[in-house]
């Protein structure tokens, strides 16, 4: 339903659109009246309408003058304007303040009917679009730490591709000038710093490492973080090849200063490893099925569960080929071992067990790798198929907020529940936000809080709420109960108090 205002001296001309309006246009609605643009002015100060009809040439204000006030205040309403007169200069004016519909007097219906057509027609565009930038600017953090992964798990497979999500990364320079390098992040001291160093756990512990490292970036070396848990990450490192010093040396300078700064400031002890290094954004695709582990082959793994589960067919295929890639560039026993491990554990988030071994002596009859490819590719399709038949996006969210509910006294991470439900972090973090309408950290806190209340309510000590909520001390606990309820965990326990003695004095 669109709303519209109608601004006219002559009380019949607004009777008769308004009554027009009623009578065949059944998703607009007039909403008021007005003789004068003064009174349709202060109006619109305390109100936003759709569409605005307007006569020009009124006792004090002009429509022109109307027009003027919604481009300055109200820029998503549209203007119409009515006028006897037909002098260029009412609509060259008008055409400065964005008024694209210019109708003479005496009004033809069936023009007016379709210049609100047009404007409702836009208006729906509108509308939509900003619909998709309120979502796009919304999850714009979420989508950066998806690109990342995909990146390096081999689900962007072409320069094209990345081109058009790059700017997600927000550096001042273009694609084509970037050089790339992959990164190993480890922090030695991480156990030991959430224990004594930081209460406030360890998911909000990774933010804070990516807050930091992204912190030091400049405007010709930038650093992101891919995947932490449990004190270790991925960064993906783009450096402007304007830099004439060896490369490597380029980036050993910036993360030592990364790190030297962190142990100074935060008591936070970081090393960083050099994994790779591209000297463009085709070498960087092109080297991205370098997988060296077994724990990087699990993460492509989730990730390629992910797409499947979010129907994502073509970063589902370049998973796909990026697996089939490695096999090929192996000796044929270390790619039935990597192969076997790859359907297995596609397997088992099926809960399909009892095809392991039929999987075993499949791989084990293939006498070469091109034959091993084929097969472990053939079976991976089938379980693809399986999977995406078997998703059920609602069940997802509701397993993980089982996990939550049963493991919310302990430190678990948005990593942690990713884990459970065998997907891929990043993804899951934007998939949890849009079934829930919280992020994970604001959920568990929710969560947490709720179970604290009805603790408090039974009598249990502050000391003992705190342990069981998961808190590691009683300070951070009250901070983030009076932060959640208004009030601290005491004064909450004395408002029941006085709310029971209340009741029952009521009741005798």
């Known amino acids: 339903m669109y709303s519209i205002i109608i601004i006219d001296d002559e009380i019949n001309i607004r009777n008769g659109i308004s009554k027009y309006i009623e009578n065949n246009h059944s998703d607009v609605k007039v909403v008021a009246t007005f003789e004068d643009g003064y009174d349709a002015i202060e109006y619109l ?47 060259r004016e008008a055409l400065t303040y964005n008024v694209k519909h210019y109708l003479t007097k005496p ?42 992964s995909d990146i390096l798990m081999g689900a962007v497979n072409d320069v094209e591709t990345l081109e058009s999500k790059f700017e997600l990364l927000e550096t001042t320079m273009p694609l084509s000038e970037c050089r790339f390098a992959i990164v190993n992040l480890y922090m030695d001291n991480y156990s030991d710093y959430l224990e004594n160093n930081w209460m406030y756990g360890k998911d909000q512990l990774n933010e804070a490492t990516e807050n930091f490292i992204e912190s030091q970036n400049t405007d010709k070396i930038y650093f992101f973080m891919v995947f932490s848990d449990k004190g270790e990450a991925k960064l993906l490192g783009v450096i402007s090849s304007s830099y004439t010093e060896n490369f490597e040396e380029v980036i050993s300078a910036h993360l030592k200063k990364v790190s030297d700064f962190a142990r100074e400031n935060l008591k936070l002890h970081f090393n960083f490893l050099v994994e790779s290094t591209y000297n463009n954004a085709k ?137 459970f439900v065998f ?67 005491k004064a909450y326990r004395l408002n029941l108090s006085r709310k029971q003695k209340y009741e029952v004095s009521k009741e005798n």
């Open 45 to 91: 100060k305390f109100r936003s309408v759709d569409i605005i009809i307007t006569d020009v040439k009124m006792i004090t204000v002009s429509g022109i003058e109307v027009a003027k006030y919604v481009y300055n205040n109200l820029p998503s309403s549209k203007v119409i304007i009515l006028s006897g007169y037909r002098e260029f200069e009412y609509a």
């Open 107 to 148: 009004t033809d219906f069936e023009e007016l009917s379709a210049v609100i057509n047009s404007t409702t027609d836009e208006l729906s565009k509108e509308r939509k679009q900003n619909k998709r930038v309120s979502y796009y600017e919304k999850y714009r953090p979420m989508f950066k730490d998806e690109l990342l």
């Open 283 to 419: 070498e960087l695709l092109a080297g991205k099925t370098q997988l060296n582990n077994f724990d990087d082959l699990e993460e492509q793994i989730r990730l390629l569960v992910t797409h499947i589960n979010m129907g994502n067919d073509s970063c589902s295929e370049s998973i796909i080929q990026s697996i089939s890639d490695k096999l090929n560039s192996l000796e044929l026993e270390k790619a039935k071992e990597i192969g076997l491990y790859v359907i297995s554990t596609m397997a088992n988030i099926l809960d399909n067990k009892e095809y392991i071994p039929y999987y075993e002596k499949g791989v084990a009859l293939q006498n070469n790798t091109d034959s091993l490819t084929e097969y472990i590719i053939s079976e991976i399709t089938k379980l693809s198929t399986l999977l995406l038949g078997n998703k059920d996006n609602f069940m997802v969210i509701e397993k993980a907020k089982e996990y939550i509910e049963a493991n919310f006294g302990n430190d678990i991470s948005l990593a942690d529940v990713a884990d």
């Open 423 to 489: 997907l891929n972090p990043a993804y899951f973090s934007r998939y949890f936000k849009q079934y829930t309408g919280m992020n994970f950290i604001a959920y568990l806190l929710d969560v947490r809080m709720n179970h604290a209340k009805k603790l408090l309510s039974e009598d249990v000590s502050i000391e003992e709420v705190t342990k069981i909520c998961g808190y590691s001390s009683v300070r951070y606990f009250s901070q983030s109960f009076k932060k959640h309820m208004g009030v601290t965990p």
